[in-house]
């Protein structure tokens, strides 16, 4: 179904199903006809178009009151007509009001220039309140600018703060992230530090230990019993008596007759190369009177002199809290045979602080080989009466 207008729809332009009653085609028309239309027996005015409007097409609706006049025609006449007369009233209502201000103006007496003063008057009234009007113009703006930059500056701080508290928020977690990554490597660096402390400090306790292990070792084995010995009784070295210093009887008799001493404990030259133990016993010695004494022994092989040992007590085992009988400053001789000359191999000192088997190595000594040494003690360490000798020991290899 088409459209339908409701202005239409009031006015009876559609039949009881929904169709128009009037159908019409456009064409240009006068809106004021020149001659009225004759009326018929039944009253009504014939015209010969259907349709008047002012400035659409209107179709014209079968009369609708009792004198069959045309409604929207009689409408239009009466509207012009009024419309016309209101025009004509005002217009001359304003001549009049204008024609009576001047005669006022005149009959008043204050002629043009009053009536130019008082125009002036309202004039610089008329600019005071403007002026006034202006400055509170002014006003208005400045105290709506002040409050606008107000909410502005509040918006601003607001907007600048939410900036500084993002930033801040953002710089304290590039902290803590900076914080971690710098605590993260101070660990690491400091476990590497740590490492390296600990590995120097067991490189250190490492040498430390080896060292102690050295000396436990050297007391428990000492370096004399990890060399071949060529000046050992029960491997054939022999001492010659006549050629070595006498011996110096230390301990008491064991058999007297009268007040004459007969038998001394065993103590003669032999006891030095009988190859005590590195635990020695005291007073199992050979003892000679006085600070110098020699023993001539013969060794078991001819060999290569490289090293030498000489045994005695330490300080702690003897009774007198010191070894005042020990060797003090020692030479040893190498011999070919007993009746060639003695070639001295070195001069060393004893300390009586040190091990009871100390080692001495030959300084820079020759390849040549002996059949026979001589010990000889220069000194002792200040026992006025006699110097003892625990073990001499003679190291080397064989050609």
Known sequence: MARQSGRLRSMGYYDNDEEPRVLYKESPFRVFRKKRGRRNSGGSTVSSRSCISFADDICRLPPSNGRGENISTQFSQTTVVSLLSMIIMCFGGCLYNMYASSRTCFCLGSGWPENMDWAGNELRMMQVQLTKLQEDMVRADVMVMQKQLKELQEDMVGADLKMMQKQLKELQEDMVGADVRMMQM?????????????????????????????????????????????????????????????????????????????????????????????????????????????????????????????????SMQSPAGFAYSAPREFSVYGVKKVDSEATRLGTFVYDPNGESLQTFKLPGHKKVVFSFVKLQIESNWGHPEYTCVYNFRVHGKMP
Not at 245 to 265: F, K
Not at 266 to 279: E, F
Request: glycine share 6%; hydrophobic share 40%; charged share 20%.
């Open 186 to 314: 101070q660990l690491k660096e400091l476990q590497e530090d740590m490492g390296a402390a600990d590995l120097k400090m067991m490189r250190k306790q490492l040498k430390e230990l080896q060292e102690e292990l050295l000396r436990l070792r050297k007391k428990l084995i000492p370096m004399a019993d990890t060399m071949p010995n060529f000046a050992l009784e029960s491997q054939g070295a022999t001492v010659l008596h006549h050629l070595s210093s006498d011996t110096y009887h230390t301990q008491p008799p064991l058999v007297t007759l009268w007040g004459i001493p007969l038998w001394y404990p065993p103590a003669n030259p032999r006891t030095v190369i009988q190859g005590h133990s590195s635990l020695l016993t005291p007073g199992r010695c050979w003892a000679f009177a006085g600070r110098r004494g020699h023993v001539f022994i013969t060794l078991s092989h001819p060999v290569t002199i490289t090293h030498v040992t000489l045994g005695h007590i330490t």
